[in-house]
């Protein structure tokens, strides 16, 4: 997945920013507990370019601002076939899987929680997704993201194999 320049800028109104999830975390220490706030943001600008942060403060908007500018400095390009993805596929990150299969146009994103939304912010409209293993928030995201960078462009696996672009995309994209 190739990672876009630093330098580049991008305006708020340009990303969808979605919150995936507010957690309150605990350190312990010799006097007690020490609460703080984890957050985590997807955002995407609905043409394939997604990133997530991941931010930690005291109090949550110091934490939503925090993963909202790593996530906007992490942008990823995903390789999209239309208004779904190209081939199936899995993504695993310590215990959570995820798995990611194209759908015909009309199905919309049959997902729920952090799999959607990220899917949503990288402007899929049809997939079915099941999330196995693990239910760990956080996990499930990040296997979401790693299902996602494992996704090849139709014409660059046609070149790999051999075929022709033909030979790979959907029947229902051949139709149009």
């Keep these: 997945m190739a990672k876009f320049n630093k330098k580049q800028k991008f305006e708020k109104d340009d990303l969808d920013e979605r919150m995936i999830e507010i957690a309150r975390v605990a350190k312990v220490v010799k006097g007690g507990r020490r609460f703080r706030f984890r957050t985590t943001i997807v955002v995407g600008d609905g043409k394939g370019k997604i990133g997530m942060g991941i931010g930690k403060a005291n109090t949550v908007p110091d934490a939503i601002r925090k993963a909202s500018d790593r996530a906007r400095r992490d942008l990823h390009f ?99």
């Design 78 to 176: 995903v390789n999209l076939s239309d208004t779904t993805i190209a081939h199936k596929t899995i993504g695993r990150v310590s215990g959570a899987r995820v798995l990611l299969k194209p759908a015909s146009p009309g199905t919309g994103v049959i997902a729920a929680g952090g799999v959607r939304a990220v899917l949503e912010a990288a402007g899929v409209k049809d997939i079915l997704t099941k999330s196995l293993g693990s239910n760990n928030v956080l996990n499930v995201v990040k296997a979401t993201f790693d299902a996602l960078e494992q996704l090849k462009s139709p014409a660059e696996e046609a070149s790999r194999r051999g075929k022709d672009i033909k030979d790979l995309i959907p029947f229902w994209e051949r139709r149009n």
